[in-house]
């Protein structure tokens, strides 16, 4: 039996990282087209090569003897899953369990010996984890023997809390169980609370400056730019969870991003409007601290928005305003990059962008359901044993409030970015044109700092490592033990935390890995030291936000952060 307080906080704060390919992987799953086809492409590959199959199917039932026999070749173990002890101690529940186990295995060889190419075996595999998770005997009512309990316990009134659930949850999009329980979290109140004000405001963003909180801070400010398929406060969670203020506290000047969320007034600004509200930002961070240059951050998405703006500074003779870039679980090569490539081409792009011109924004329960179902386990079922046959409210967290707090794209933007990483723009020099100008990236010698998270399954660290071979400055890679969003949003100081560093430049990522040294404590920290060794000089800390050409607009968090659609 798996419950909400004893899942796995990583996977399932992860289901909100940024990411354009969990928005493909939702809208995979509702075509039945594509579905059909991947359908039709194994059976003609296994009509064609039927011996591989026949072998995996006979051993599969060989196993499956030894399971009712109790006794023989490879019992599986059981998963976690199956922690009750019930499924141990019963031997009807173990053999049903292992029975289960065995054939997900003998499916998913069968899948890996199977004549593929590569996109159709991604599409497969994708497609059989999402079978294989739903049909666990765990998804049972009254089989699952944490499930039987609870509802002999409480006379079955677990299991109509249960159904009241799931009737709420599938009236709404994306249909789904909840992950979170957001009820404990209001933004502005008990998350986002960091002292600051909202010093500009566009169509499309709000720039917030963030009060002191050192006597004496860097003269060169950090702007940091959120991901616009999520909201900015993963940076600013809990009074004692905020990076943002943690950053204050040891003298940064923090400026953050916080994007609009889209409706289909948006629908025709795309990657150039995003560049140039980053250009407005980088402007006016300049214009009130004084300082030439500025040390940018930019995070998943944000980092394809920021890293275009750095190759329109790079082309234009301007790339004196970055004093460093960061790129936090960015990845802008995109020829390796397996789950994108196998699940985009070029007729999928343009029906996705048709329907999302049609609304006028890439839908955020789209993203909600790629998160969910790339991760099927963690994403939708451990959340329908908990809420549905268990009767139990999903887990409170100021991590997963944020994670289920999803927006939508605009729809030129997610056009923008699919064409982008469709053609793999980034690593051809000139390919893509910002604001009118080619980018070619080797130009673009600013220091840089990159990251990757060593479990994240949106954009794994090896792509991301790869982006350092397309840059013509110093760059130093960091990799951050956990997953996309618990990397991002754990402030220094949180316990446990590690990061591997490693002097090596080669272009082969596992050469890298196997040089790095593990360090302890937060990339943060590491990030701050690269910083104050890049630029350190200090000064006293300002006593106003804001200046006179641009004064403070409303507190920080804005008015934009406030929407929310899911």
């Known amino acids: 039996m798996t419950t909400a307080a004893g899942r796995d906080a990583d996977a399932v704060s992860d289901l909100g990282g940024g990411g354009l390919d969990a928005i493909l992987a939702g809208v995979m799953l509702r075509s039945a087209g594509l ?46 899953r199956f922690a009750d002890p019930a499924w141990h101690d019963n031997p009807f529940l173990r053999r049903l369990a292992q029975s289960y186990l065995v054939w997900s295995d003998a499916l998913r060889d069968g899948v ?27 998804n049972v009512p009254l089989v699952n023997p944490a499930s039987a309990k609870v509802a002999y316990d409480t006379a079955g009134a677990s299991l109509l809390r249960g159904l009241r659930q799931f009737t709420r949850d599938v009236r709404r999009p994306p249909r789904l169980p909840q992950f979170s329980d957001s009820s404990a979290y209001t933004i502005g109140k008990n998350i986002a609370v960091t002292p600051g004000a909202v010093v500009r405001r566009g169509e499309i963003f709000e720039l917030l400056q963030y009060a002191p909180g050192a006597e004496r801070v860097d003269e060169v400010p950090v702007l940091m ?26 003298g940064r000047q923090s400026f953050v991003s916080s994007w609009v969320n889209p409706d289909q007034r948006h629908r025709d600004i795309g990657l150039d409007g995003y560049v140039q509200a980053v250009l407005d930002m980088l402007e006016t961070v300049r214009e009130i601290t004084g300082s030439p240059r500025v040390h940018v951050l930019a995070l998943c998405a944000g980092g394809l928005v920021a890293l275009a703006a750095a190759g329109y500074l790079a082309a234009t003779g301007r790339q ?9 679980i960015v990845v802008a090569d995109y020829g390796d990059d397996e789950m994108f490539t196998s699940l985009l081409d070029a007729k999928m792009a343009a029906a996705i962008a048709d329907h999302a011109f049609r609304h006028g924004y890439y839908d955020a329960a789209d993203t909600a359901a790629g998160f969910a179902w790339i991760r099927p386990e963690d994403g939708v ?9 268990l009767g139990r409210r999903p887990r409170a ?27 793999n723009s980034f690593a051809t020099p000139g390919a893509l044109q910002v604001l009118g100008v080619p980018v070619d990236l080797r130009v673009l010698t600013a220091d840089t700092y990159l990251l990757g998270a060593s479990t994240d399954h949106i954009m794994p660290w090896p792509p991301c490592y790869r982006t350092r071979s397309l840059l013509g400055g110093r760059t130093r ?36 890995l196997s040089a790095s040294t593990e360090q302890q404590g937060s990339w943060w920290e590491d990030w701050c030291n690269w910083l104050t060794e890049l630029a350190p000089a200090t000064k006293p800390a300002p006593t106003r936000l804001g200046s006179a050409a641009y004064p403070p607009l409303a507190d920080a968090p804005g008015d934009m952060v406030h929407r929310r659609v899911v």
């Open 35 to 80: 579905m059909a086809g991947t359908a039709a492409q194994v059976a003609s590959a296994v009509a064609q090569s039927p011996g591989a199959a026949a072998r995996h199917a006979a051993r599969g039932l060989r196993r499956q003897l030894h399971v009712a026999a109790g006794a023989g070749e490879e019992l599986p173990e059981l998963d976690r």
């Open 112 to 138: 890996a010996q199977t004549p593929l190419d590569s996109r159709a075996r991604y599409r497969t595999t994708f497609l059989l984890d999402n079978v294989i998770a739903a049909a666990s005997p765990t």
């Open 225 to 250: 730019v959120s991901s616009p398929v999520n909201k900015y406060y993963l940076l600013d969670l809990g009074p004692k969870t905020s990076v943002i203020a943690a950053l204050q506290r040891a």
């Open 320 to 328: 004196d305003e970055l004093a460093s870039l960061g790129l936090g």
């Open 381 to 389: 079922w451990m959340n329908v044993v908990n809420n549905y046959l």
């Open 397 to 423: 967290s100021e991590l997963l409030s944020w994670a289920a707090d999803y927006t939508h794209l605009t729809a030129r933007l997610g056009r923008d970015l699919t064409d982008l990483q469709l053609n």
């Open 477 to 512: 890679f960091v990799l951050a033990t956990g997953g996309h969003a618990k990397v991002v949003g754990a402030p220094p100081g949180t316990p446990r935390l590690s990061y591997r560093t490693g002097d090596s430049t080669e272009a082969d990522p596992a050469r890298w």
